[in-house]
């Protein structure tokens, strides 16, 4: 079973409106972390965000913040203001608990596609 | 320089050679991990260092994949009789902390391999 879904695999926006990236995420562990990566087409991944699964409050950097809703199990990227340079790939990961192995897991991807 | 960085960034070899990539982390993190990346995917983890520890390996798709890290720092990826579906990305990410879900992790650029 897939522990981490993107279900958009491509979204447009146009320059300087918001956009919603989507992720939901399967864990059964109370202690995880959640993790927005970018990667545009040079390739590298260029951390976003993070959100605690015992964080109160919604996680927020500059332009980025991130809609954590714990019951529905999402954690969805919200991009205000999008500009040209915000077009790449956009990964959502998870680190589960101690208990469980050290690594990222990785959803599928969505390629956001900003428009002039 | 301050981030992650690996070499070479492009290698091609032909069918059945050898190749090494290297990852040299951020100065002082503990953690250090190996992801493969194959096109239009999300990466997926291969192995995890703590220091020189390799401590979980559980992602290396077969015995040709050896990865070491014996001094805790550089960390280098070998991959035995290359095949053609070994063509990918390769990421290394390095963190700061042992493995707490809060650790965030810092990717290098990438090692694209191409297998003829």
């Not at chain 1, 991944?45 to 999402?74: H, P, V, W």
């Not at chain 2, 990346?37 to 220091?51: I, K, V």
């Amino acid at each position: 079973a897939q522990k981490i879904t993107q279900t958009q695999p491509g979204m447009f926006v146009q320059e300087k409106e918001a956009v919603t990236l989507d992720c939901t995420y399967d864990t059964s562990d109370p202690s995880y972390g959640l993790f927005w990566y970018k990667q545009p087409s040079s390739g590298e991944m260029i951390f976003l965000i993070y959100q605690g699964s015992y964080d109160q409050q919604n996680a927020t950097e500059g332009r980025y913040s991130l809609n954590f809703q714990k019951a529905r199990k999402s954690a969805n990227l919200v991009i205000s203001a999008s500009q040209l340079g915000d077009s790449a790939m956009y990964f959502c990961a998870m680190r589960e608990g101690p208990n469980y192995g050290q690594n990222f897991v990785f959803g599928p991807g969505t390629r956001l596609s900003v428009l002039p | 320089g301050a981030g992650v960085s690996q070499s070479p960034r492009y290698k091609v070899a032909k069918r059945g050679q050898d190749v090494a990539l290297r990852c040299d982390p951020i100065s002082g993190h503990v953690s250090l991990f190996w992801y493969q990346q194959a096109l239009g995917q999300g990466p997926e983890f291969l192995t995890y260092f703590q220091n020189e520890a390799q401590l979980d390996k559980s992602g290396l798709p077969s015995d040709r994949f050896f990865a070491e890290r014996p001094e805790g720092s550089v960390s280098t990826l070998k991959i035995q009789r290359t095949q053609q579906e070994d063509s990918a990305v390769y990421l290394c990410a390095s963190s700061l902390a042992r493995g707490k879900s809060t650790d965030t992790q810092y990717f290098g650029p990438g090692t694209r391999l191409t297998v003829l």
